[in-house]
Nanobody, 128 residues
Framework: QVQLVESGGGLVQAGGSLRLSCAAFGRRFPNSAMGWFRQAPGNEREFVTY????????VYADSVKGRFTISRDNAKNTVYLQMNSLKPEDTAVYYC?????????????????????WGQGTQVTVSS
């Protein structure tokens, strides 16, 4: 059974930093895109960032560009999200997602439907 397990969420003041981790179990994803999405109460799940399996640069939502950095360690089967200069509007549940091998387009991977596996989410709360 495939599991994606997020960790690293918490409460932080505006301007602070957090580092989220997403560890995969039951399957390795070296050739799959890995993404982060977030969902605030009353809102739809929104794209944050993804990193592909090849050498292409990661893709970021405009709202986090320059502040968030995604990275992956295939040896550890883990993807990370470094979040700096956090703002209250970053408050949400953050979800990790994994796609199928060699699957997904530039646009498709910015949508939840572009992924086949999801974690349970980790809460990030940024106080003003």
């Amino acid at each position: 059974q495939v599991q994606l397990v997020e960790s690293g969420g918490g409460l932080v003041q505006a301007g602070g930093s957090l580092r989220l981790s997403c560890a995969a179990f039951g399957r390795r994803f070296p050739n799959s895109a890995m993404g982060w999405f977030r969902q605030a109460p009353g809102n739809e799940r929104e794209f944050v960032t993804y990193i592909s399996w090849g050498r292409a640069s990661p893709v970021y939502a405009d709202s986090v560009k320059g502040r968030f950095t995604i990275s992956r360690d295939n040896a550890k089967n883990t993807v990370y999200l470094q979040m700096n200069s956090l703002k209250p509007e970053d408050t949400a549940v953050y979800y990790c997602a994994a796609g199928l091998p060699y699957s997904g387009t530039y646009y498709g991977l910015t949508k939840p439907d572009g992924y086949s596996y999801w974690g349970q989410g980790t809460q990030v709360t940024v106080s003003s």
